[in-house]
């Protein structure tokens, strides 16, 4: 079989039907298995019936070739089409799984694809608890009633229509009057519909709440620890978590509370055929046989009532869950609606160039950078210092093209805020303060994927490797580049993790690179060796480098002070010694901590 994972429907994805019709075949074969099911099963009721009377007529009748060939032959029926329909049952379920499974993964693919596609600005309200929540437990529910609704369609709707067919073939009297509860079970599904929806609202969104204090409390154990917060953080879960069993309480009230109610409302009606049933037995007017089958039809029917009853009530759990993800799937995206990526040789304006930029976080009133404007040439070195939130880490965040500023920043005659998710990709290329990697190579966290030795590719991973000092450090791994780092770089240095971050960036090979304060946990010989190394290999790079050591500044072609988030001083090195301002006391002050040392 052909699986084709992890992509929403080309259709509307925010309803089921789009689903269903992207895997039409397995729902075509399972609906075809489901009707035969359930419309042969009735004929096992029917044949146990016949060979009762069959062994009835032996026992009342004596022995004969005629008596013995009825009852074996109704026997051999009723094994062979239990066999059949077990099987149509065993297909059936086989292929509803199997495409209950491929919609899961499509919807807990498109909920990370629309989350990644989404602007930062709504990325930063945004809980990884609850999309976590929304991801595993809101799919699970969702998909979980598909395949239990699907599958109640054939074996208890059909089958109810199947049995209450023959029923009213046996005897329409009895098969009325007994069905009754029924509806009754029906109405009382139907009336907490409403209740249930809203509890069960209320319970995701409890878990949501759960999910994300975990996250952020595991996230920041060792600091926890360090300060005694220990206590605080596990009273708080534990108030999330009452308010989540008060709510989950009420929804398994409505929803497993009511199961008992509809149970007596169906035995209600097999309390009837008895009655009823077993006086058209002693008055004649049916055999033990056709008593028992209709006692059988009816007791599967009954029982498929409040099954139903179930299923609906499951229903409205899942919609509380279905509308969640809906929110995920229908998010606001960033705006791609520039067809054609332009390739890096098309880039013909060999300035980066900033015009009263004014920027501010999320949610933020005042502004962090106010009416910043410089011009930065192809191939150069621009450092970017200043005092403690001065607005470094701010600009490199504008800088990204992933927040909305006003004013001007044109990379390369292109406005940032008009590029695409693939050309600002192409583009601009970024190693933040916090130096994250993932649990897999040292290689694969630089290049995202394993490279063929002999391949272009893993050259210039050779030469990054030289470039930010991991050659020598690699060497000494047991197993070299394809050594594990470990969940966020736990089983390496602070920083040999800054250098592959690093090296990430340098080797997506686009002509802007951006290092916010990248040699933070590098020694100072390292960092140099790191500069000169950059400067010769990366020569017609735009690298911005944003530090607060300025020993390196002395060989960078132009230096950016910032302070209160203005630009206040810009030049060379020797340039901003010579002006007497904060560039001067800074390096000065720093030159003279390190003679105390």
Known sequence: MEFNFFQLPEENPLRIKSYLKKYKKQFIIQAVAGILYNTVIVAGPILLGKALDAAGTLEKHGVSRENIRRLVMYCLLFVGITIFFQYARYVKRWYLRDMSNRIACDMRAGILSKTLEQSMTRLDRESVGDLMSRTVGDVEQVVSTMQSTINEAWDTWLLMISYYAVLLYYDPMITLVCSIPIPIAIYAAEAVRHPLYRFSTNSRKSASVVSSHLQKTLNGLTTLRLFGREDIENERLKAYSRDQMHWNIKTSLLQTGMMPVYSTLASLGVIGVIGLGGNQVISGRWSLGQFTAFLMMFIAMSTRTWVAARVFNQFHTAKASWDRIKEKLNAAVLNEEISVTREKEQIDVPDIKIENMDFKYTNNTQNVLKNISFTGKKGMMVGITGPVGAGKSALATVLTGLYPYEGSIKIFGRELSDLDSRERKAMIACSGQ????????????????????????????????????????????????????????????????????????????????????????????????????????????????????????????????????????????????????????????????????
């Open 434 to 597: 916090d130096a994250f990697l993932f649990s897999s190579s040292i290689e694969e966290n630089i290049a995202f994927k394993v490279l063929d030795e002999d391949s272009p590719e893993y050259e210039r991973l050779q030469k990054i490797l030289y470039i930010t000092a991991l050659s020598d450090d690699i060497e000494l791994f047991p197993n070299g580049i394809q050594t594990v780092v470990g969940e966020k770089g736990i089983r390496i240095s602070g920083g040999q993790k800054q250098r592959i971050s690093i090296a990430r960036a340098l080797y997506a090979d686009t002509p802007v690179i951006i290092l916010d304060d990248p040699f933070s946990a590098v020694d100072i010989g390292t960092e140099q060796r790191m500069i000169e190394r950059m400067r010769q290999e990366l020569k017609d790079k735009t690298i911005f480098l944003f530090s607060h050591r300025l020993e390196i500044f002395k060989h960078i072609d132009q230096i950016l002070v910032l302070d209160q988030g203005r630009l206040l001083e810009q030049g060379d090195h020797c340039t901003l010694m010579q002006a007497d301002g904060i560039y001067q006391k800074i390096f000065n002050a720093q030159k003279w901590m390190e003679g105390e040392k």
